[in-house]
């Protein structure tokens, strides 16, 4: 399975973005997805989770800013990032993870936000 995001742009405080996640084949009805983020000199952290079943979850510093949805005929993952903020500035990182523990990773796109 391969994983290809895109969407990582520039952008000023208060801008919106929206980050795509093409799987090679179709994963959703097997695999959780979740988008992590990692700012320079920091861990990867865990942004948004969803669910084989669709339930959905946020790290606390995104919720109400960001949303996770998938589009299964289109085998894609989104993230749409509103009211952005300097500390939101990260690479962001696609995942699939299945029961068994088989794991997948993007390569990254990268999100600036600064004036």
């Known amino acids: 399975i391969q994983l290809v995001e895109s969407g990582g742009a520039s952008v000023q405080p208060g801008g919106s973005l929206r980050l795509s996640c093409v799987a090679s084949?179709?994963?959703?009805?097997?695999?959780?997805m979740a988008w992590y983020r990692q700012a320079p000199g920091k861990q990867r952290e865990l942004v948004a989770t969803?669910?084989?079943?669709?339930?959905?979850d946020y790290v606390d510093s995104v919720k109400g800013r960001f949303s996770i949805s998938r589009e299964g005929a289109k085998n894609t993952l989104y993230l749409q990032m509103d009211n952005l903020k300097p500390e939101d500035t990260a690479v962001y990182y696609c995942?699939?993870?299945?029961?068994?523990?088989?794991?997948?990773w993007g390569q990254g796109t990268q999100v600036p936000v600064s004036s």
């Open positions: 969803m669910a084989v079943g669709g339930g959905r």
């Open positions: 084949q179709s994963i959703f009805a097997f695999y959780d």
């Open positions: 995942n699939a993870e299945n029961r068994a523990g088989w794991e997948y």
